[in-house]
């Protein structure tokens, strides 16, 4: 294994393993004014949001690595304590990644990047009209981390109010994270898409104790078959499978049968069981499977 010492490291070359495992990373599209009114628009992933009462989002504009200067941003964040920060989906990472490019202060990068600046309700800078969210924030604070290259200014920001697209709300009233389309970023070049195939749903009630991964038997926890994932499932039921309703499973289920009549039987089982915990709808039928390696 690697030991990366960022005291010994170049920094260009700390932040690069830093962004490579740090990922992905959601993309703040921050939209500013100086104080003459002039736009400027530039991604910010070293971004979250922090808080939700009160409603609170966190970005870093950062001192460049090469020459330790700092940015369009920061320098209008500073003089006026607003923002809009839009989020970036793939329909527009694009024209992002074109605003990301180092334009002199008094070139507007929505003209750059063909995006069109919409006035805001509650703050001076523009709403990013082709984003399908824009928040209106007040910054809050702003804090120094360093005086370097590659020092950050984290930029706490207040949500004043936000504009949803009616297109990526789904019929709950939430918003779909296949319809939103978001983009991600990992280290260097590298993007995800979060959407489509990428989305996994993963249901883990919070409140709802689980028997835990030291509840579960030891034939399961040696398993070659199950992976770390199958034993996360199994460990976050709620409770065991009782004895009876496994060991019914050897009359009932015609798959168990056959897998009880074949060589490598708990091996077997353990495959039948990774199988049906495919669809964590089925969860504790799989976990039955898996218990029943314990009788065998």
């Not at 990472?93 to 509650?122: C, H, Y």
């Not at 910054?139 to 370097?148: A, D, M, Y």
């Not at 009616?166 to 260097?188: F, Q, S, T, W």
């Not at 460990?235 to 015609?254: C, F, I, R, T, Y």
């Amino acid at each position: 294994m690697a030991v990366i010492d960022p005291k010994t490291t170049p920094t260009r070359d700390f932040h690069q393993f830093l962004l490579g495992a740090v990922a992905p990373r959601p993309i703040a599209f921050v939209s500013t004014v100086d104080e003459e009114g002039n736009a400027n628009l530039a991604p910010y992933s070293f971004f979250n949001a922090f808080s939700s009462n009160p409603p609170i989002l966190v970005f870093s504009s950062n001192r460049r690595v090469v020459d330790n200067t700092t940015k369009d941003t920061l320098a209008n964040v500073l003089a006026t304590k607003e923002v809009v920060v839009s989020v970036v989906n793939h329909a527009i990472v694009r024209q992002m990644a074109v605003a990301s490019v180092q334009f002199d202060a008094d070139i507007s990068e929505f003209a750059k990047a063909g995006l069109t600046p919409v006035p805001a309700t509650e703050v001076r800078p523009y709403l990013v009209e082709e984003s399908p969210v824009n928040m209106e924030c007040k910054v809050t604070e702003i804090k120094t981390l360093g005086e370097h290259g590659g020092a950050g200014h984290l930029i706490i920001c207040e949500v004043l109010k936000m504009h949803i697209k009616d297109e990526v709300i789904d019929e709950r009233g939430r918003i779909d994270p296949h319809k939103i389309d978001l983009m991600g970023r990992m280290g260097r070049a590298f993007y995800v898409r979060a959407s489509g195939a990428a989305i996994e749903t993963i249901v883990q009630p919070v409140t709802e104790m689980t028997i835990g991964y030291d509840a579960l038997p030891e034939s399961i926890k040696q398993s070659k078959i199950l992976t770390g994932n199958n034993l996360g499932q199994l460990a976050g039921l709620p409770q065991a499978p009782a004895e009876a309703e496994v060991l019914e499973l050897k009359e009932s289920d015609n798959r168990v049968r056959a897998t009880l009549d074949a060589p490598d039987v708990r091996e077997g089982l353990h495959r039948l069981a990774q199988e049906i915990l495919r669809d964590d709808r089925h969860r504790m039928y799989g976990a039955k499977i898996a218990w029943l390696g314990e009788y065998v």
